[in-house]
């Protein structure tokens, strides 16, 4: 049986560009009220991009909350009502300079339920064709490429810490051979 809870009252904490914060007062399923903070986040998109040499495409980037430069999938936030395949597509070509000749989605998960809304949709691509790399003028990215048994040993060595990248890599590592 799913066990709800009821919001009461929200308040509203802080509008930004990225995320929006707010304090919902909610009744418990025993009828007890707490509160619980909510990152709202619009969702995001990540790809396993494989070319042909069935390598996977890493971008290296410093993420400021972490205070460490860590390898992920190329991945982006969703604008207000975008299509999150128009979105796959521009940020693969945006971070890597490929486009896809085949991309389809695999699966969608939310990054931290505890305290965000965030969902991200999870993309494979291959049939990559060159171009040149477009990033946002904020980002300051470094394309990789490694082989998935590669990737394996560095989520093992705790080199990957990335979860939306260690999800994707599983994912494929486990499905590769029906994609």
């Given at each position: ?51 042909e040499e ?20 190329p991945a ?104």
């Amino acid at each position: 049986m799913e066990q709800k809870e009821v919001t009461v009252n929200t308040n509203k904490i802080f509008e930004g560009k990225i995320i929006n914060l707010r304090v919902d007062e909610v009744k418990l399923p025993n009828g007890k009220v707490t509160t619980r903070e909510i990152v709202e986040h619009p969702g995001g998109v990540s790809i396993v991009a494989v070319n042909e040499e069935g390598k996977i495409l890493l971008v290296k980037q410093y993420r400021k909350p972490a205070e460490e430069s860590l390898l992920e999938i190329p991945a982006g936030k969703l604008e207000k009502g975008e299509d999150p395949l128009i979105c796959a597509k521009r940020e693969l070509l945006e971070e890597t300079g490929y486009e896809a000749g085949f991309i389809k989605q695999l699966i969608t998960f939310y990054t931290t339920p505890g305290f965000s809304n965030e969902k991200m949709y999870l993309y494979f691509a291959k049939d990559l064709k060159k171009y040149t790399a477009q990033p946002d003028e904020d980002e300051f990215l470094e394309v990789y490429e490694y082989t998935p048994e590669e990737l394996w040993e560095m989520i093992l060595q705790n080199q990957i810490k990335d979860s939306k990248t260690i999800i994707g890599i599983l994912y494929y590592l486990k499905m590769r051979s029906s994609l």
